[in-house]
């Protein structure tokens, strides 16, 4: 596999030598910290304050659950979902599936470029529509024209911005005690605002495109490697390889909700102490930073988001393309070169550019931010709920189908986000 390859005569530590065997999946779990995830962090940490730190605890073993089942698929089966379910499952699941997922990705990718244009106005005197297009220019070009080896190195390194929103809890005063306590002892309340925020909370960490990224990078990862087989045809490297699906997919989710839980705590230790407790984009939340927390507090939070965006856009439009191309049996994979696989990666590129043009016809940011997290939680369900029977099926996962305890947990998953489905619909009028 791409990220056991062997360094020979290169010393290097043990720290290092983890990094190496991370991959598909620390790359889904920062990407899961977008800008929109940060403005829902945001939110919940500006308006209860350390209240709802618990839910980066509870959520993290659903998360990495659901996301190791999608990383089995792929590796298992060699292919991502959206193939798998074109040749299992009706044509109508699948069509509309890939359409609901397309329509979330495009509008999540348009949000993100918008934030990451106005996080750079906040930095240089660069208008935001310049921003968002160059930003957007380079995510797809590097997607296009970069190596696979070198594209996903970048990826991988770029998952090192997240660690500004842990320097900016550090450069703020925090009340650790409380923060531990809040975060291991939840204490929830019945009101309608508060668990609406937990939904969005959830829809933020459990959301469909990662479903299919993480599956798709599996496979891709399998067909760039000359020596690597799907685990039905090599049973014998099996014990290794979902030992290393689990290092890496536990330790992305993982930190993916750590830096969700230090954006809770640095906003609410700064916006929350000082009352400002609604805040709708992160933009505006780093703005807010600035005279609370000080110029370097504000500039650490507004590199945070260029940053992470860097990450997000690339794997929005690369699992939206990776969905089309395998439900239409297209050649896929950022392994081949754009020749050999057009029509991939012009929809990667026709993504890219459709959230640019979101940017620019007068949509509300925040309705098409709430539209979106509609759209993933109508596609989560059914598609966690198909997952999970896939992975039953020893038709299709030989006998790789998932043991006791992760099946307990995806399902524990699955009825966890139809739950907060069932409640974001019927909150709906309030």
Known sequence: MLFRRRHHGRPHTPLMGVFRLLGPGLITGASDDDPSGIATYSQAGAQFGYGLAWTMLFTWPLMAAIQEISARIGRVTGEGIAANVRKHYPPLLLRAIVLLLLVANIINLG????????????????????????????????????????????????????????????????????????????????????????????????SPYMFFWQASEEAEDERVDPDAQPLT????????????????????????????????????ATLHLHGITNIE?????????????????????TCGLVGTGLLAVPV???????????????????????????????????????GVAVNFIHIDPIKALFWTAVINGVVAV???????????????????????????????????????VAVMFATWGD
């Open 111 to 206: 949000a993100d470029l918008g934030a990451m244009g106005d996080a750079l106005r906040l930095l240089l005197p660069v208008p935001t529509g310049l921003g968002v297009i160059g930003f957007a220019l380079s995510c797809a070009a590097l997607e296009v024209f970069l190596s696979y080896r070198r594209y996903v190195s970048i990826l991988k390194w770029l998952t090192l911005a997240l660690f500004a929103y842990i320097a900016a809890a550090f450069v703020v005063h925090v009340p650790w005690q409380e923060v531990f306590y809040r975060t291991f002892i939840p204490a929830f309340q019945w009101r309608t605002d508060y668990i609406v925020v937990i939904v969005a909370v959830l829809g933020t960490t459990i």
């Open 281 to 301: 984009t992160s933009e505006q939340a780093a703005e807010a930073l600035r005279p609370i927390a000080g110029e370097f507090a504000f500039a650490v939070f």
């Open 233 to 268: 045809e090599t049973p014998q490297v099996a014990g290794r390889e979902i030992r290393r699906m689990e290092i890496d997919t536990y330790i992305g989710m993982g930190l993916s909700n750590a830096i969700g839980l230090f954006i809770i705590i640095t906003t609410a």
């Open 316 to 354: 929005l439009a690369g699992s939206a393309a990776y969905a089309v191309a395998e439900a239409m049996g297209w050649r896929v994979g950022l392994g081949r070169r754009p020749r050999e696989a057009k029509a991939f990666y012009g929809t990667i590129v026709i993504g890219t550019l459709i």
């Open 382 to 420: 059914p598609m966690m709920v198909v997952m999970m029977l896939m992975t039953a099926r020893r038709d299709i996962m030989g006998d790789f189908t998932l043991p006791p305890l992760l099946r307990l947990f995806g399902w524990a998953s699955t009825a966890t986000m139809a739950f907060a």
